[in-house]
């Protein structure tokens, strides 16, 4: 029997067991959307605007390992939508993205809400097609499926033009579908496992530092083993944490930009550098030039070729998936880790506690204005460390970063690479929805929460009980920080004083808003809010509006050159 | 240095963009770049020259092998191969200096393809190298026009680069 492309699609999506899809209807997707109202097994969130359904779907395949998926039209609902693609892009998420298109017939005739979805999406996805033959559609979206979880992930796109959901054709799902050019390797070479093994062995001063790959591919239960079995100390990236447990004594904090004074120094100190499933990017390394001007071995290992001796060389490269590989290592390690050098282990671990020592996130616990730290640490205590966390970008997504100890990974919810403001609301939606009943927070600041601040009303009509703790210190806070340490305290456009009342903004929107503007209410508020298992509740911490995020590593400095708090 | 890319994939529609977008996107140099579908009409053969530091080749043929609709990448430069560029020339041919192009075309072993009153239009292939070597020896007010195919290459010997 031939069915319609747009019930393709729906059948489609069922076979892959999705259960949400976030989106936005329109014109060139309306059939689609009508294919949707005919069944119940795929659930469509609605959305206030498409750049919320990307950043939903993203954060719902951050929080439950699944493919994010979200539907928009043509035209505008792409170039919205595109934010969040870009976004998803840049860590690896495994999403696809539907997208309608004007009939194919009208394609290159500027017809009313066209856009080249392909071409201008092309930069920001792992691939993505246009489907002009319905025949094509179902193969077409198993290959979205297949190549954005496999692999390094990333987002899909298929663009569908209308006439192309209207025309009929024999529905077949294929089980799998062979591409001659695409083959991601799995399996990391046997010889250069073995030589890795031999350098973590011999090693005088050894490091490990681990990124997002450890989370994505679900390897922290091996880099725990690993660890274990090695006893050397653990450094995670923004995107990492949570892949090792932030509490176990062998985790020396985040390192880069705003990392510890201990993770950047040991980092930067030692002899060998295991580094798993991390890109050494310019925020973690800072100047590549400083960093390699301290001779020592790095072992790589990277589902992503491309990711290996990019922007630092490496000794031993590892190509391979991350779980697999640590595996194998494990394996090559355990018969001979007696040949350690305990000693000089020991001393090493003697001079990270040296740097431990400098507790460089320290900050003034006796103010009488709200510290945004302080609200953080309140936030693990209320919580017990096992909410899942998302927020935006700027100082509040640092201290969150410094002062939330992710014990499990796939808690902590960022925007790291393309650091888009406006991610972490519409993010706990996606958290909240892969994850009901759980805790979700969404620790943001005032400017990046009025980017996507709409979604509240979305919140509302699928009762999502998520926490919005507010951070709000009047300015966008990191460009304030950097205008007062590069650009002679001149705050150009950095303040914000017309702000709304968040409080009633919350009630507006049918949910419940506090403001809190003395440290002793910060835990009461917390507590409060948090028993309120059904609600949303909008915290507007009224914070310090001097603070700073400390250490850090001004751009283009080495990972050792950081400013520290007492320096200023 | 410079280096000779050749890469196979799949004949669909975006492909070469792709490709263009990765050099532009990554700051990659593009001398020249040429595409035709293969005997197999499912996959083109692309030839890319590019220059860059061994480290920046290095990230080229990772991100082409990264693409998607790429099935493989081979750096000819790495061992000897064969590289030929097809040019076509239009010159002033007029007075003594009609024998004269024609001397030079013999002299070069290329074949006039065209000819008027006042025109040759020469037919020139070879190496990058050659093709400016015939350019350089003509006075530049006789020529009319020239377009050129940018470089195709092949390995030489056995070695294939095939699915």
């Known amino acids: ?568 | 240095m410079r280096h000779i890319i050749s890469t196979l994939l799949e004949n669909e529609s975006g492909a070469l963009s792709r490709v263009a977008g990765l050099f532009s996107a990554r700051g990659y140099n593009i001398e020249s770049l040429t595409v035709a579908p293969t005997e197999d009409p499912s996959l083109s053969r692309m030839t890319i020259v590019t220059s860059g530091s061994d480290d920046v080749i290095e990230q080229i043929t990772k991100q082409l092998n990264k693409l998607v609709d790429v099935v493989k990448v081979v750096d000819l430069s790495e061992a000897p191969h064969i590289e030929r560029e097809l040019m076509l020339i239009k010159v002033r041919a007029t007075g003594k200096d009609r024998e004269e192009m024609k001397r030079m075309a013999e002299i070069f072993r290329g074949r006039i393809l065209d000819v008027t009153d006042a025109t040759y239009t020469i037919e020139l292939t070879g190496n990058g190298e050659k093709l400016d070597a015939f350019i350089e020896g003509l006075d530049r007010a006789a020529i009319l026009e020239t377009v050129r195919t940018g470089a195709s290459g092949i390995a030489r010997g056995e070695r294939v680069l095939k699915v």
């Not at chain 1, 014109?27 to 959305?47: C, N, S």
């Not at chain 1, 990392?259 to 120094?265: S, V």
């Not at chain 1, 002679?488 to 968040?502: I, K, Q, T, V, W």
Request: glycine share 8%.
């Open chain 1, 1 to 568: 029997m031939e069915i319609s492309g747009a019930e393709i699609v729906i059948k489609c999506l069922q076979a892959e067991g999705v259960e949400y899809v976030f989106g936005y209807p329109g014109g060139a997707v309306l059939v689609i959307y009508d294919e949707l109202f005919k069944q119940d097994k795929v659930k469509h969130v609605l959305v206030r605007h498409e750049q919320g359904a990307a950043h939903a779907a993203d954060g719902y395949s951050r929080a439950s390992q699944k493919t994010g998926v979200c539907l928009v039209t043509s035209g505008p609902g792409v170039t919205n939508a595109v934010t969040g693609i870009a976004t998803a892009y840049m860590d690896s998420i495994p999403m696809v993205v539907i997208t309608g298109q004007v009939p194919t017939h009208a394609i290159g005739q500027d017809a009313f809400q066209e856009v080249d979805a392909v071409g201008i999406t092309r930069p920001c996805v792992k691939h993505n097609f246009l489907v002009k033959d319905v025949r094509a559609l179902a193969p077409t979206i198993k290959k979205a499926f297949y190549l954005a979880r496999t692999g390094r992930p990333g987002p899909v796109l298929v663009d569908i033009p209308k006439d192309v959901t209207l025309a009929t054709c024999e529905f077949e799902y294929p089980d799998s579908i062979p591409m001659r050019s695409y083959n991601p390797v799995i399996k990391g070479h046997p010889g250069q496992i073995r030589k890795a093994a031999q350098l973590l062995l011999e090693a005088q001063r050894p490091m490990v530092y681990t990124g997002g790959g450890v989370v994505l591919s679900e390897a922290a239960p091996q880099l725990l083993r690993l660890m274990k079995l090695l006893g050397f100390p653990v450094t995670n990236t923004l995107m990492g944490l949570g892949g090792y447990p932030g509490t176990d004594p062998q985790f020396i904090g985040m390192l880069g930009m705003h990392g510890t004074y201990e993770a950047n120094m040991a980092m930067q100190h030692c002899d060998v550098l295991l580094a798993v499933g991390a890109r050494f990017d310019d925020r973690v390394i800072g100047n590549p030039a400083h960093f390699g001007s301290v001779p020592r071995k790095i072992v790589h290992i990277d589902i992503d070729p491309s990711s290996i001796s990019k922007r630092v060389r490496v000794d031993v490269p590892i190509v391979g998936h991350v779980p697999d590989v640590l595996e194998d290592l494990i394996r090559q390690l355990e018969p001979q880790i007696s040949k350690l050098d305990a000693q000089a282990l020991k001393s090493w671990w003697a001079q990270i506690e040296l740097w431990r020592a400098r507790d460089c996130l320290r900050y003034d616990r006796a103010s009488e204005i709200i510290k945004p730290q302080h609200v953080i640490e309140k936030l693990y205590e209320v919580t017990g460390g096992d909410a899942f966390i998302t927020s935006d970008v700027g100082q509040h997504q640092m201290w969150a970063a410094q002062f939330y100890k992710f014990a499990k990974p796939r808690r902590w919810i960022n925007s790291g690479g393309l650091g888009t403001m406006g991610f972490g609301l519409p993010a706990a939606m996606g958290v909240q929805l892969a994850n009901p009943g759980a805790t979700v927070a969404c620790v943001t600041g005032e400017a990046s929460f009025m980017m996507c601040m709409q979604e509240l009303s979305t919140c509302k009509q699928y009762r999502l009980p998520i926490k919005v703790v507010n951070l709000n210190n009047r300015y966008m806070g990191m460009v304030r920080q950097w205008q007062q340490f590069f650009h002679g305290n001149r705050y150009s456009e950095s303040y914000m004083d017309a702000l709304p009342d968040f409080v009633k903004l919350a009630e507006a929107c049918g949910h419940i808003g506090v403001q809190v503007e003395k440290p002793a209410d910060v835990e009461p508020a917390l507590r409060e809010a948090f028993k309120r298992k059904d609600d949303l509740v909008l915290l507007d911490f009224l914070t310090d509006q001097t603070e700073n995020v400390f250490p850090m590593v001004p751009g283009g400095k080495g990972m050792s050159e950081m400013i520290l708090a007492e320096e200023l």
